[in-house]
């Protein structure tokens, strides 16, 4: 399985954009077009976006990581004529000779020792604004920001297809080459440096050993050595885009528990994605998966731990909740993630036409079929590895 990321959509320099990507660059003008109609609905002026992922959805995947202040490297200032990155004098040369060349962005640069307020303020002065975050004379309105990021791009989609592919790729990796005596630190240190060689930001890393997850199910990892068996779990970003993965590892027979374990597990998560269609409704998902937990004898074992999000530029976009309203559409980042006692599935789906494309699917991994309404599932099975000899 390639790993590369798509060459006819990307040009990197250790990581980052280098020209301009006609691509890129048609994805930026769609969203210019989205918000001018959006500020011409709302008969707005201006709309000043200081969120990350507002700012990577608008420039088609610049990063925009904070630094020593805290603050993000750069906002941006959008009118129906113009877009202009206000950021300062140390990030200006970066951005727009790396991240956003020949896109259609104007400069306001700022001492780096000068709050950005200063200069958006002037920016702002005279208009009536909108703005994703907390500004001084502008109105409010993430919440609609927020859902202008979805449906997701052709162009998107691609960047998600090319990050489950790698993402899978690097813990699977990691899966086949660990061996017992080695510390969860020490193994997420092996999936870190898979993701990044591919240009991946590794998020959130999770080496849980030895039924670890039955008491802390957010448990990330520890200098303390696997000796029988091991959930591994990763959450990576690509050019602000997110997806996760997850896998479990054995050394030896898995016990009795374990075995069971790991069979509800994959249950509730086939059961997920089946039903994670265009056009339902989160709540009526989660409905179905919750049966599942009380037909497996654990009814109340959900309650336990969150099942997983709808992705996207944030890790969490809308969680998965028994009470949620919120409709999948086509072209949807959903990741399922229930757990069974000590162990933890997880998978990142996008949401179709007709059914779901599976994102994070298994290279070099045995697969077990799980049934559902009579559709037979994929899905990644445990790892079984013959324990090491001393």
Known sequence: MSTDSPSDSHQQLSGEFVAADPERYDDVERKQALINEWLRSRQYEGLVLQNPANFSWFTSGAPCPAFSAGEPTAALFITPESRVVVTNNVDSRALFEIQLAGLGFLM??????????????????????????????????SARIASLRFPLERVECQRLRFLGRALAHAVEATGRNLKPGLTEAEIAGEMSHRLVKRGIIPQRLQVAADGRLRHYRHWTFSDTPLRHWVVLSAIGSYQGLHASATRVVCFGPPS???????????????????????????????????????KTGAPLEWQL??????????????????????????????????????????????????????????????????????????????????????
């Open 256 to 294: 009795d528990e374990l075995a069971q374990s790991f069979q509800q597990a994959v249950l509730l998560i086939a059961t997920g994605m089946h039903f994670s269609q265009a056009g339902s409704i989160l709540a009526s998902v989660w409905e179905k998966v919750r049966r599942i937990y009380e």
């Open 305 to 390: 731990c969150d099942q997983g999000t709808v992705m996207g530029y944030q890790v969490c976009e809308t969680p998965l909740v028994p009470r949620s309203d919120y409709t999948l559409s086509p072209r949807t980042a959903v990741w399922w993630r229930p757990s069974a006692g000590p162990v933890q599935v997880g998978e990142t789906i996008l949401v179709g036409e007709q059914g779901y494309e599976w994102l994070t699917s298994a290279d070099q991994w045995p697969l077990l079929q799980i049934s559902v309404r009579g559709h037979l599932i994929p899905l990644p099975d445990m790892l079984i590895r013959e324990v090491p000899k001393t």
């Open 108 to 141: 306001k640069e700022r001492p780096w020792h000068e709050p950005r307020s200063v200069l958006l303020d002037d920016l702002c002065r005279g208009r009536r604004v909108a703005c994703d975050a907390a500004l001084q004379g502008a109105k409010d309105e």
